[in-house]
């Protein structure tokens, strides 16, 4: 374990990127304390203002180990085996149980010691006043603590499983997404549901305490997410994590164990080379069109043929694989419907309309970073640029397929959310302006999200960095500029969080919708302008960056 | 095969800061031809490659394929072209047809003629077995061939093949030769790199030496041989090796003090150098039987392009060549003896 452990860490942090993250990590800690340290000798005796400093101070902190824990791990194993560097470490005397302490240690190491950096910072809020040491400091730390070492020993499983680091990466950050936020929603639909007895509404508590969102809302003295103070949410956050930790140990330890170089990729039988009975049955049950084991036809000649490559090369792209997905979230949104009958005539439009929003900018800012931030890394790292440099392809031909690889699938997602619309509609037909609002400001986000993390992406030589990137700049846009949002009483100004909500997406549908919170603001047509403006840069930077790469050096 | 030359260069060069990667290369190859370019690691080999395909601007000189201008007529070059770089470039999840299906439409080939030009090449490369597997999944020496499908595809007027046959078995290899020697009967040109100098040598009928960016030689293999070999490497194999001493001092008698004798009295047998022309070693050989040496063989060491290679590369002690245009003697490179081992 030891030897695996400081080869992690040394690794970690030699690089630039380690140092950048610390360093910018410090610079936002300091200057949101020095924000609201007491001046010309006058300090609040009540606290007030540490207390709103240390909200923001928790949530931040919050939102930077949900997005810095898993990214290392989750590309820690895959990386090994496409460098070939697992098979010598396989095949050293190290136990596969020492190999994924030792990557453990070495990941959450690291994100420790962001944490003791913010040390500094915690001891500021503090010493202001208004804190309790164990019962809030002590219980965020806690939980910070544990979150960081669920979130690698999470991101180390999916790195057993994935072949590709930027497959990792998404779905690594899809599970923490779904762990965060995802595990609330059941319990927040539920809780006033008049046909959820007590055994469901237990299942939806004992789901909701895999979220860390409840235990740091407490540690930080907010009243719970869903309306009640939590008392036991640390508790029950710390007994959640440590079982997923234990689960994630155990079963990366298996895979290691279970000669993970021992696999084939099955070709599998070609339904064309079925006997013809069985070839209908095969054709019937796929629908004619989705049936994964039928021979691909001819690229056509109106057809792009890089968007065509792109949507057979990754899984998402497949037609059987889109179904599905647009099938699960089809469902979905029919389930937040649903969930909107059991609230009140007066909370349920707005309150549906929110949760449909947050569920399709969560789409959003999950599937376009993953879906185009490596459309140009992965192509110079497979190496297959030089070959697609070599076709008498234009950069823009290779640049539109690419894009539109990414806009189809995410388009076609989206689309299957809109049947919750039409529900809410038939409802409330006076919510038709409304809704055409949303669908606008979320297209433009949709695009804008698309070619921004394809433009950010182009400028990386790794997917694995490419992605992060992209997922940090998005979650950043559409979560970070809420930390603002959080400190709108004090210390920032109503004009002041007005400004910083401008660029994000959600916040401008809220707004649209009349969220409370987000009703007095005036996020629109400025939202908008902000997306256009975006999407056109990223663009250009893709361009520019195909144009450049592909002239000769 | 005919006297068109289908690809010229002259006077190549491509400098990186105060590194010359490439210095005045000048060569030239006929329409069918197969050009076998080889050169140690770092020699300049893919350089060269990268500024015919279009991937790197030279800092001086031109090279044309097909009166096509490399670095210029970037759109004809690339449908003149086939290349093959010496690593595969795979999508992941894409079987191998969708993978040739790709690359056939980006070169315009039009759909009624893609399949059918697919399946021909597969056939013609041996990998039409493949055509379902997933492109992932395929072994180094498949990919390969399927490499060399993708490469063939738009049918291009000349081939250029980074180290076609690395990591091949040997049976992959000689399936690989029989493609290319089809290749080149069917009037396409190749360009071939390898570090496996006698496969390369089996199928090669232009051979190119690059060493620190210069060429070192250029020519058919019998000129580089020609005049490689300054000296002949000759081996007299004995009926016993108690003869080997006596054998010995009638060739030390016959020869002087200025070739090299490598006796092996366990192989009775003994190795030695020398300038003379047939009549002078029929003379050496009358001397050994008049001499009573019982003298089962008496024959000349054929030179190899591995041996070919060495000695101009200075790795042995032969005497850099010029046997065409364009390639220059390298003086510091000169060996004072030529020195074959047993």
Not at chain 1, 145 to 153: N, P, S
Not at chain 1, 483 to 511: I, Y
């Amino acid at each position: 374990m030891i030897p695996i452990l400081a080869r992690e860490l040394t690794a970690m942090l030699r690089s630039w990127r380690a140092v950048a993250l610390q360093i910018g990590f410090l610079a936002c800690l300091g200057a949101l304390v020095a924000l609201r340290w007491p001046a010309e000798g006058r300090a609040d005796m009540g606290g007030m203002a540490s207390r709103q400093v240390f909200r923001i101070f928790g949530y931040g902190l919050l939102m930077g180990l949900m997005l810095v824990s898993p990214a290392f791990p989750a590309t820690s194993i895959v990386r090994e085996r496409l460098q070939g560097t697992l098979a010598l470490l396989l095949n050293s005397p190290i136990t596969p149980v020492s190999m994924v302490l030792g990557k453990l240690a070495g990941a959450t190491a690291f994100v420790l010691l962001l944490l003791v950096l913010s040390f500094p910072g915690a001891a500021a809020c503090f010493a202001m006043g208004g804190i309790h040491l164990t019962s809030q400091l002590g219980a965020l730390y806690l939980v910070l603590g544990l979150l960081a070492l669920e979130y690698a020993a999470l991101g180390l499983l999916v790195s057993g499983l994935v072949r590709s680091t930027d497959a990792a990466l998404r779905m690594t950050y899809s599970l923490v997404l779904l762990l965060a936020i995802g595990a609330l929603a059941p319990q927040f639909l539920l809780k006033n549901a008049a046909w959820a007895g007590e055994e469901v509404i237990g299942i939806t508590r004992v789901l909701a305490s895999l979220s860390p969102v409840p235990a740091v809302m407490h540690a930080l003295g907010d009243s719970g997410v869903l309306g009640a103070d939590d008392s036991g949410a640390v508790a029950r956050f710390s007994i959640g994590a440590i079982a997923v930790i234990l689960l994630c140990v155990t079963l990366t330890t298996a895979r290691l164990g279970s000669r993970p170089m021992d696999r084939s990729r099955d070709a599998g039988r070609m339904t064309d080379e079925l006997s013809p009975r069985a070839k209908l049955v095969r054709r019937v049950m796929y629908l004619w069109f989705f049936d994964p084991q039928a021979r691909s036809g001819l690229i056509a000649p109106w057809q792009n043929p890089v968007m065509v490559k792109e949507q057979r090369c990754r899984p998402l792209g497949r037609a059987n694989w889109m179904m599905r997905l647009i099938g699960a979230y089809f469902v979905l949104s029919l389930l937040l419907v649903l969930g909107a009958t059991t609230l009140s005539q007066s909370q349920g439009v707005i309150g549906v309309l929110s949760a449909i929003a947050i569920m399709q900018v969560s789409l959003v800012v999950l599937l376009a970073p993953s879906l185009a931030s490596g459309l140009i890394s992965a192509e110079r790292e497979s190496r297959g640029w030089q070959l697609l440099q070599m076709t008498p392809l234009s950069a823009l031909t290779i640049v539109t397929g690419k894009l539109l690889s990414a806009l189809v699938p995410l388009g076609l997602v989206m689309l299957a959310t809109l049947p919750a619309y039409v529900a809410l509609l038939a409802l409330d037909p006076a919510q038709f302006q409304t809704a055409m609002a949303i669908q606008t400001t979320l297209l433009i986000f949709a695009v804008m999200a698309v070619l921004v993390s394809a433009g950010v992406g182009s400028l990386f030589r790794q997917t694995a960095v490419a992605t992060a990137v992209a997922y940090s700049l998005v979650a950043a846009l559409c979560v970070g500029t809420l930390f603002v949002w959080l400190g709108r009483d004090a210390p920032f100004t109503p004009r002041f969080v007005e400004r910083a909500l401008v660029p994000n997406p959600l916040a401008a549908t809220l707004n649209i919708i009349g969220t409370p919170g987000f009703a007095d603001y005036r996020l629109t047509p400025g939202n908008w302008y902000f997306m256009a403006a975006a999407t056109i840069c990223g663009a250009a930077i893709m361009l520019v960056q195909v144009g450049r790469l592909g002239r000769a050096r | 095969m005919s006297d068109e030359l289908v690809l010229r260069t002259s006077d190549l060069t491509k400098v990186y800061g105060n590194f010359t990667a490439l210095d005045g290369l000048s060569i030239s190859l006929e329409r069918g031809r197969i050009l076998g370019f080889i050169g140690p690691n770092g020699a300049g080999k893919t350089t060269t490659i990268k500024i015919l395909v279009g991937l790197v601007r030279a800092t001086r000189g031109e090279a044309s394929i097909c009166g096509a201008v490399c670095g210029r007529d970037t759109a004809k070059i690339k449908r003149l072209v086939g290349y093959m770089p010496d690593v595969f470039g795979s999508y992941d999840n894409m079987r191998v047809f969708e993978y040739l299906d790709f690359f056939g439409a980006a070169f315009g080939i039009p759909r009624r003629d893609r399949k059918r030009r697919i399946d021909e090449c597969l056939e013609l490369t041996g990998a039409m077995r493949m055509k379902d597997l997933f492109v992932e999944s395929l072994s180094h020496g498949m990919k390969q061939r399927v490499a060399l499908t993708r490469t063939m595809l738009h049918e291009p007027q000349m081939l250029i093949l980074d180290e076609p046959a690395n990591g091949l078995d040997p049976h992959a290899r000689v399936e690989m030769r029989e493609v290319l020697l089809e290749l080149a009967r069917r009037g396409t040109s190749l360009i071939v790199t390898s570090h496996i100098l006698p496969e390369l040598a089996r199928i090669c009928d232009t051979v190119a030496i690059i060493t620190g960016g210069k060429l070192r030689a250029f020519g058919t293999l019998d000129q580089i041989m020609r005049t490689v070999r300054h000296s002949r490497v000759m081996e007299v194999v004995l009926g016993d090796g108690a003869a080997v001493a006596a054998a010995s001092q009638v060739l030390a008698g016959e020869l002087g003090g200025t070739s090299a004798l490598m006796p092996s009295r366990e192989a009775a047998e003994i190795r030695f150098t020398t300038d003379r022309d047939d009549a002078g070693l029929a003379a050496i050989l009358g001397k050994l039987v008049a001499a009573g040496v019982r003298v089962v063989q008496f024959r000349e060491i054929p030179m190899d392009l591995e041996d070919a290679f060495l000695s101009v590369t200075g790795q042995t002690g032969a005497k850099p060549t010029d046997a065409q245009s364009g390639a220059k003697p390298a003086p510091d490179r000169v060996p004072s003896a030529v020195g074959v081992g047993a």
